[in-house]
């Protein structure tokens, strides 16, 4: 069975074998104690292949709740679950801030489509001054709370609302801030988005980091300067390869 995410980024799902499919868990409270007990009760703690430092609460094969579909996944409140992996994009960047430490070390870092926060870990592990962490999910800040729990820094998890237009979620930061955008080129309307905000903010003096696996729509307009580049190790069933060539980029005027 092919079951792809709405936006395209992960790839095969594999068939869900018969005693899994008899019975969801019951619907998830909207609630952050209720996000909290689920991705406890359904994680494991996992190092990312290409970022061993860290420890992250993360989906594996363990739990088959993470062969369901996106329609089942919707039936107990469950919103495309991009939260519960270490993408190549995230552990990219995590594994150039770690290498370059003196990058984070003292700045504001905004951390925008966190996921599972595994960039804005790094970036406090580095010894950043604050992490902001922040995505459209509820689930998925949840789980960044965690993760950086797990590896004792802190970060400030914020929910991105509806609408709310990207420059805005930067504020007035000074000195300027840190921007990281990992794996966030996935999809046409939020690669235009991002590719307009980081322009904007590198105009306004701030330093805005890419990690991308050359998804489909990462801009090749020449507003990406190359920095480093790593073969990282990924999940099959996820990326329909067991590597996948990821590298950062620097927003460039």
């Not at 370059?100 to 003292?106: E, K, M, P, S």
Request: with cysteine; net charge negative.
């Amino acid at each position: 069975m092919e079951v792809r995410l709405q936006d395209g980024r992960a790839g095969r799902r594999m068939s869900p074998a018969p005693a899994e499919v008899a019975g969801l868990p019951k619907p998830i409270g909207p609630d952050a104690a209720s996000r909290r007990d689920f991705i406890l009760a359904n994680t494991e703690i996992l190092s990312p292949p290409h970022v061993p430092e860290l420890r992250l609460h993360l989906a594996s094969e363990a739990f088959g709740l993470w062969r369901r579909t996106e329609e089942e996944l919707q039936q107990i409140g469950l919103p495309p679950p991009y939260w519960a992996f270490a993408w190549a994009g995230g552990q990219a960047l995590a594994r150039y801030l770690l290498d370059n430490q003196d990058i984070a070390r003292g700045r504001t870092v905004i951390d925008i489509g966190t996921g599972c926060g595994i960039a804005a870990i790094a970036a406090a592990m580095c010894g950043a001054a604050s992490v902001a962490a922040l995505d459209i999910d509820p689930f998925a800040l949840t789980a960044a709370n965690l993760n950086a729990e797990l590896n004792t820094v802190a970060i400030a998890a914020r929910i991105i609302k509806p609408g709310e237009e990207p420059k805005s979620l930067i504020g007035s930061h000074s000195p300027a801030s840190l921007i990281l955008l990992g794996d966030v080129f996935y999809e046409r309307p939020l690669a235009e988005r991002m590719q307009a905000f980081g322009k904007a903010a590198v105009a306004d003096g701030h330093d805005v980091l890419v990690g991308d696996p050359s998804r489909a729509y990462l801009p090749a307009d020449g507003c990406l300067h190359e920095i480093a580049s790593y073969e990282v190790p990924v999940t099959r069933a996820l990326e329909d390869a067991e590597i996948r060539r990821s590298r950062v980029f620097r927003f460039v005027r």
